[in-house]
């Protein structure tokens, strides 16, 4: 898995598909013209020691997701904020996928990757070679007791 850009140790970006997972459902009702799916492709920073997505205010809105609440968000600074929160992010990366909910950020260029996401599609961080690494390559592994 190549990186579209290295930036800091442990920090690096990759690209992801988005998609408003409604429309994705509709598809496979047979209510809606798969062509018609609202979706994107956009870099992501991947930072595991961000904790959920978050996505920029412009892509929430090009895939029609509107804000179901507010959320508190802290920023590595000690800074922190109220931003939207949206549902039903359809999120694929390297063959995986998931449905995710996002804050968003107004200024926000990148979508951003924090553990939760990467948990879920079952990823390790390779920091040293800055890349993404599917823990078992054919299946996402689930602990349970």
Do not use: H, W
């Amino acid at each position: 898995m190549k990186t579209l850009e290295k930036e800091k140790m442990g920090r690096f970006k990759v690209e992801v598909e988005l998609a408003n997972n409604d429309d994705v459902v509709a598809v496979k009702l047979g209510q809606l013209d798969p062509t018609k799916v609202r979706r994107i492709m956009v870099q992501a920073v991947v930072d595991s020691g961000a904790t959920r997505l978050v996505l920029p205010s412009a892509v929430a809105k090009q895939l029609g997701l509107t804000a179901t609440e507010k959320v508190r968000v802290r920023y590595a600074d000690g800074r922190s904020a109220k931003r939207d929160r949206v549902q039903g992010v359809y999120l694929k990366l390297m063959g995986r996928d998931g449905v995710f909910t996002a804050a968003t950020e107004p200024k926000r260029e990148s979508a951003l990757l924090g553990a939760i996401v990467l948990e879920d599609l079952d990823f390790v961080v390779d920091c040293t070679s800055q890349r993404l690494v599917p823990r078992d390559p054919k299946y996402v592994v689930s602990e349970i007791e």
